[in-house]
Nanobody
Framework: QVQLEESGGRLVQAGGSLRLSCTASGDAFSNYSMAWFRRAPGNEREFVSAVSSSRSNTYYADSVKGRFAVSRDNGKNTVFLQMNSLAPEDTADYYC????????????????WGQGTQVTVSS
């Protein structure tokens, strides 16, 4: 099992940048594929990005491709989401998730979840 804790969310102006972090504790972090999801008020949770356990593969939703970058530091048990060119539609609670096995864009594939961090982008 892993426990996940996100940080880095805050209020930012449109066009700005943020870096979210998700730190894991518990089981061997390097065994897990990691993902970021988000849920905007009134919306369903949606996939944002994922990175494989080996760091060799990354995946992005079309809505964030070219603006967001996912990375991980297995030595620090942490996954990052660098978010650039933020827009008001990026406003959401952002969650990291972990699973053993291949990275996936499906939330149901993930066994472990953090509590979320709030990102608000003002226009």
């Amino acid at each position: 099992q892993v426990q996940l804790e996100e940080s880095g969310g805050r209020l930012v102006q449109a066009g700005g940048s943020l870096r979210l972090s998700c730190t894991a504790s518990g089981d061997a972090f390097s065994n897990y594929s990691m993902a970021w999801f988000r849920r905007a008020p009134g919306n369903e949770r949606e996939f944002v990005s994922a990175v494989s356990s080996s760091r060799s593969n990354t995946y992005y939703a079309d809505s964030v491709k070219g603006r967001f970058a996912v990375s991980r530091d297995n030595g620090k048990n942490t996954v990052f989401l660098q978010m650039n060119s933020l827009a008001p539609e990026d406003t959401a609670d952002y969650y990291c998730a972990a699973r053993l096995g291949l990275a996936s864009s499906k939330s149901l594939a993930y066994e472990y979840w953090g509590q979320g961090t709030q990102v608000t982008v003002s226009s």
